[in-house]
């Protein structure tokens, strides 16, 4: 039944509590009635979806708020069609080996159209799954985009009906930055990785301007699906807060891939003519500080500007709230997800930290737990995270960079062990790429306390190896582990 | 792996260099020619006064023997490698350098299984919107060239490596003369003699007929042969049940053949059931026939050059045949020790299986004579294990290391079309030890990605990690079904090493999205009876 609340419970939660006092869903209430829940979730992400459903099995009345379709970032323009997309990338890979492996798979096309739809249809399902997994958990979804109001009680305003909680979680991700027409003429041209899940027909020729994973996905996909592409980066390599030895292999890999790297590089504008996009890219010779020379790419049908994440705070109204977010606007937090005001947490993309799906649900879960079950402890561990980056071939990392090793060790407590080999799929194909693996030990009992590798499978690969660096393995443990023949993950436990 | 890395760097042609290594059969020493003496104690003597050709001897140049040779000569010692492949039965099939798992064994294996995968990715990528015409064939010959090119290219590789060690390679068939001495004979019959402090019999094994079918051996091939294969084996029977049965029907079947498994009684005895059933499920829906409590009675050939067998249906009693292109004894491995010379030096064998008795520092019963790999009695059949055996056992010969290997925590993975990737114990076994009360199983039947928009039926990807019940819930075994579950179930064993616990898994963040991910976010227990499907992400 509807609750209209004039009275104020308090806001330590009990568990006691949860069973005395049935209060579920909301009709709609008049303007100046607030409709209380023990936990609201603006954003139904993965952080908040993951938060909503605990709270709700440790028997919260939760409501989440949802401006979009449910899903957020990885289930409709992120990991999941991403994916979709980068195996759709990988049959184009293997339909160059099937004649050596004795196939005789001849005049092939590729169809962007049949992709799409199946692609659609298969997230369309998955939202459904979310729409179903929060009726069952009966979980309110309530449709619209949340802001607060200015009442001293911290209270949501969506589409004109208020609701508040005792414990509200903030989880409405990040999208994508964008250049500005003022910063680049023209720019408002291009699209962004939102756009890229848009796209009805592949591009013929596809200028991606970035160099963080999302721009090497995203170029890695269009030049293998067969779209001619050319990738803009600012310095020399892509990937640079990554370990060196992937920066430089990643970089050199999509070269190896037919990818039209320019380095040193920067869009200056955009213009549009009867043939396409015009991009002008002005690239400097980082020898010779005043040297630069002025580019063009004619005939772009897509301009996929990667540069960045930016969080989802503006229509908020977070300001008046005192909940503190940093320059670039993501919500401070502490080890425990509380923001600055009491009551209001935040968690995901929106607070710029370790911007990935299982983090941010796992620290839904995790809050959940502290809130709701007494749980006191109960916190994210934001430590020793395994990534997967689907460039071609795979990127599996988790820990320290060797250089940050380094620094945190010094040079002399610092052991790197590195192989890197021909996959055997590739043994008898005329296509080759190379798997190369790095770990980072330190100490005289050499903790392992980085692993890196880019090669075929190594994104099947990481998940285990995390297991084991997160419980503190050495470099004996690796040694004492007998390997599995043949794979390639077996060279981690056989490196000398 | 490590393999195709040198062979990549080597730019001459395998066969030229082939062509000059031929023949190595002179004894070692070439600056010095030795006596060569037969009498027991005495060699005994003349070893213990450093006298010998070689401090080791490695009759068996498989993943073990070359493992131990090149460890030890890298120690400082010398060594002398000697191996010799007798021709199989059926086929007359010959191969070099390397043993089963470089010839006949993992890597043919594994490569064949790539094909067949490619086979499934051809279905597949007309759903990820890849327009193929017409119906993909697949060409036996060119895959077996390719394959059998790659397997020589290792082959010289291996050879490299030894001669690069400073191993004496020599192309030879070994046979224990007395505790230090081994003859070695050459394919002409030439007889060489070498004598070593140490000997170690790294031989392995061959694939065995059955002894009481008539036609079996005149008519059937064996995993010795099908990977040497000049054309296709066409419609083929596989007997057996065992991993490498369900592999070799599995890509058979992936590259198009008609392929039907017989099976006495259960398949992958040894294995968690449970897994055991998923596997031959998928294998059953992707197209492979099987044919199960069946007990083969005979071969004939018909004029017609068809293969016709006859079998028993051991549940009715009913008598069936078939005709087959090609039959596939896969029916167990026996170990080669018959021609070493080992009964005469008093090596115990154990009676059953043949293979011989080692202790945990691979010692045989006669001292100076080791023995590891698939020829040792008690041990896995597989490769990582022989070479990290081998290595250990070349470290303490060696005297520079006590350390012993651990037969414990070995992980393996069964390549059939749904791979199936395991470390630990099974279901049952964990309950046998601990007692069904003491055994918690968490498990998930999940979906991998790359199945959704190719409308593939993922009915048999599961994940099953059991657990102690109390205490601190340390990890007993964990199993795994999916793509790729090779790649998946290494790190997942490393972890295992280390002693893992259910918690520990459930504390590291998943890698979304992969199939891998889901052992970390297993939660439903068996025991709960609650659907352990894996909905959303």
């Known amino acids: 039944m509807l609750l209209k609340i004039t009275c104020k419970l308090l806001a330590a939660v009990s568990l006691r509590r949860h069973g005395a006092v049935v209060r579920r869903g909301s009709t709609m209430a008049s303007g100046s009635e607030t409709t209380r829940f023990d936990f609201l979730v603006i954003g139904g992400g993965s952080g908040g979806l993951a938060g909503a459903r605990r709270a709700a099995e440790l028997r919260a009345n939760t409501a989440v708020i949802e401006s979009h379709k449910l899903g957020g970032t990885c289930v409709n323009v992120g990991c999941v069609p991403k994916k979709v997309m980068w195996n759709a990338a990988v049959h184009a890979e293997y339909l160059h080996d099937h004649g050596d492996y004795g196939f005789d798979a001849e005049n092939v096309k590729f169809s962007w159209e049949i992709l799409k739809a199946k692609r659609d249809a298969y997230i369309s399902r998955l939202n459904q799954i979310y729409r179903n ?8 979804t309530i449709q619209g985009y949340a802001r607060f109001t200015d009442e001293p009680e911290p209270t949501v305003e969506v589409n004109g009906r208020r609701f508040t909680a005792p414990h509200i979680l903030i989880a409405t991700g990040g999208q994508p930055s964008v250049m500005s027409d003022d910063e680049v003429p023209g720019a408002s041209l291009g699209i962004t990785s939102d756009g890229f899940f848009e796209l009805e027909t592949l591009p013929k020729r596809s200028v991606v301007v970035g160099a963080g994973y999302i721009a090497v996905e995203m170029a890695g996909i269009l030049a293998t699906l067969g779209s001619k592409t050319s990738l803009i980066i600012r310095q020399s390599g892509v990937l640079r807060s990554f370990d060196s030895l992937i920066s430089t292999n990643c970089t050199k890999e999509l ?12 869009v200056k504008c955009v213009s549009k003519t009867d043939r396409g996009l015009e991009v002008t890219i002005v690239t400097k010779d980082p020898e010779k500080k005043n040297d630069e020379k002025v580019g063009t790419i004619e005939g772009v049908d897509c301009l996929l500007w990667a540069i960045g994440r930016k969080p989802n705070t503006s229509g908020l109204n977070i300001g008046s709230l005192g909940v503190d977010v940093d320059e670039r606007g993501h919500i401070i937090v ?9 009551g209001i947490y935040g968690l995901g993309d929106v607070c710029g930290k370790a911007l990935l799906t299982p983090v941010a649900i796992a620290a839904g879960r995790k809050l959940a737990h502290r809130l709701f079950e007494g749980k006191k402890d109960s916190k994210m561990d934001y430590s020793s995270i395994p990534t997967v980056v689907f460039s071609h071939p795979p990127i ?13 060790n010094g040079k002399e407590n610092v052991k790197i062990y590195k192989t890197s080999f021909t996959p055997m799929y590739h043994a008898i194909t005329s296509r080759r790429s190379q798997c190369i693996m790095k770990l980072v030990c330190v100490g005289k009992e050499e903790k392992v306390v980085g692993l890196h590798m880019q090669g075929l499978g190594c994104d099947e690969m990481l998940q285990g190896f995390a297991v084991a660096i997160k419980m503190g393995a050495t470099k004996a443990d690796f040694d004492n582990t007998v390997a599995i023949h043949p794979t390639s993950s077996e060279e981690f436990v056989t490196m000398r | 792996m490590l393999y195709c890395h040198t062979i990549n760097s080597l730019s001459f042609k395998s066969q030229d260099c082939f062509q000059f290594l031929l023949g190595f059969t002179t004894p070692p020493n070439n600056n010095s020619v030795k006596p060569h003496f037969s009498c027991p104690a005495f060699t005994t003597q003349y070893c213990l006064a450093g006298k010998c050709d070689y401090d080791l001897v490695v009759i068996g140049g498989g993943s073990g023997g070359l493992a131990c040779s090149k460890e030890a000569a890298q120690l400082g010692q010398k060594v002398a490698v000697l191996d010799y492949v007798e021709p199989s039965a059926k086929g007359k099939t010959r191969w070099g350098l390397g043993g089963t798992c470089v010839n006949v064994g993992c890597i043919p294996k594994k490569l064949m299984h790539q094909a067949a995968l490619l086979g499934a990715a051809v279905k597949d990528a007309r759903k990820y919107g890849w327009q193929i015409p017409g119906t993909v064939c697949h060409d036996w010959t060119t ?38 001495t081994v003859r070695g004979v050459s394919k002409a019959g030439k007889e060489t003699i070498l004598t070593a402090k140490n000997i170690v019999i790294a031989t392995g094994g061959r694939p065995k007929y059955p002894t009481n079918i008539p036609g079996a051996m005149e008519h059937g091939i064996t995993s010795d042969d099908i990977f040497w294969l000049k054309k296709s084996p066409g419609k083929t029977l596989v007997v057996g049940a065992s991993y490498v049965a369900l592999e070799c029907a599995g890509f058979l079947t992936g590259i198009g053949l008609d392929t039907t498994v017989m099976v006495r009684s259960i398949a992958l005895r040894g294995f968690d059931r449970q897994m055991a059933g998923l596997v031959t499920d998928y294998m059953e829906a992707y197209g492979t026939r099987f044919a199960w409590n069946s007990v083969p009675k005979r071969v004939d050939k018909l004029s017609s050059g068809a293969l016709q067998v006859t079998w028993t249906d051991t549940e009715t009693g009913c008598e069936h045949k078939d005709c087959y292109d090609s039959v596939l004894w896969a029916v167990g491995r026996a170990p080669e020790t018959k021609t070493l010379g080992l009964d005469k030096l008093g090596v115990q064998l154990n009676e059953a299986t043949r293979k011989i008795v080692v202790g945990a520092d691979e010692s045989t019963s006669v001292p100076n004579i080791f023995a590891f790999g698939d020829i040792s009695e008690g041990r896995p059949e597989l490769t990582p294990t022989a070479i990290k055996a081998g290595k ?24 059939t079309p749904l791979e199936y990737g395991c470390v630990g114990l099974s279901e049952e076994e964990a309950e046998r030890r601990h007692g069904e009360e003491g055994v918690e199983v968490y498990h998930a039947f999940y979906r991998p990605l790359e199945f959704t928009v190719a409308e593939r039926d993922a009915s048999q990807c599961y994940i099953k990690v059991i657990c102690e019940r109390g205490g601190d819930q340390k990890i007993l075994g964990l199993h795994f079904t999916g793509p790729n579950a090779g790649e998946v179930i290494q ?3 490393l972890s295992f090493q280390c002693g893992a616990t259910y918690p520990q898994l459930l504390q590291t963040v998943g890698i979304h999205p992969t199939c891998a991910e889901e052992v ?18």
């Open chain 1, 334 to 342: 502490d080890e425990f997800q509380n923001t600055t005001r009491s």
């Open chain 1, 255 to 266: 070269q190896n891939n037919g990818v039209d790297l320019w380095k040193n590089s920067q």
């Open chain 1, 133 to 140: 997994n929060l009726d069952k958990a009966k979980i309110q």
């Open chain 1, 396 to 408: 599996g990392t988790v820990g320290l960079t060797e250089d940050e090793a380094i620094k945190t």
């Open chain 2, 392 to 415: 250990l056992l070349a470290r303490r010969l060696a005297g520079q290391s006590t350390e012993l290997m651990n037969y414990d925590n070995v992980a393996t993975t069964v390549f």
């Open chain 2, 520 to 537: 970390v976010k297993t939660h439903i227990t068996k025991r709960s009876g609650f659907d352990p499907t894996v909905t959303g992400c």
């Open chain 2, 491 to 493: 790190g997942f064993s």
């Open chain 2, 143 to 180: 895959m077996a060239e390719a394959i059998q090119n790659h397997v020589k290219s290792l082959n010289w590789g291996h050879r490299v490596q030894l001669q690069d060690k400073k191993v004496k390679y020599l192309n030879l068939k070994g046979s224990l003369v007395d505790e230090c």
